[in-house]
């Protein structure tokens, strides 16, 4: 997610005299673009959550899919930390709270198909 939000940082780049107080980074969240919090977020962090589950699955043991809902609980519950702290609109909670765990579902899923191969 760390390249997400680099690529967050070119579209909206921090103002001149960043510090990096929290209320700073408020201000910073509050102007981000609809369009870019509806890219980022569903694009970047569904992605991103897409690959790690599948990641996961297919490196646990036997492609048991709890490595990958595992992994994608930890990551559902780092983003939820992150939209609790910071001023992000109702419609991007609701996006996330979609998006990711369908991302979860369907990247174990995935994986675990391609591991038992053809039908």
Do not use: D
């Not at 209320?23 to 870019?36: F, G, S, T």
């Not at 589950?53 to 930390?81: D, E, K, Q, S």
């Amino acid at each position: 997610m760390l390249g997400v939000e680099g690529v967050s940082a070119i579209f909206h780049p921090w103002p001149a005299g960043f510090a990096g107080t929290p209320e700073e980074i408020i201000l910073q969240v509050e102007r981000y673009p609809a369009w870019e919090l509806a890219l980022l977020g569903s694009v970047g962090w569904g992605g991103t959550m897409l690959i790690c589950v599948f990641i996961a699955t297919r490196m646990g043991h036997n492609c048991n899919p709890l490595h990958g809902y595992g992994v994608g609980l930890i990551l559902l519950v780092m983003v939820v930390f992150n939209l609790s702290m910071l001023p992000y609109p109702v419609w991007f909670w609701a996006m996330n709270l979609t998006i990711l765990p369908a991302a979860v579902y369907f990247g174990t899923g995935f994986s675990i198909k391609i591991n038992k191969g053809p039908e």
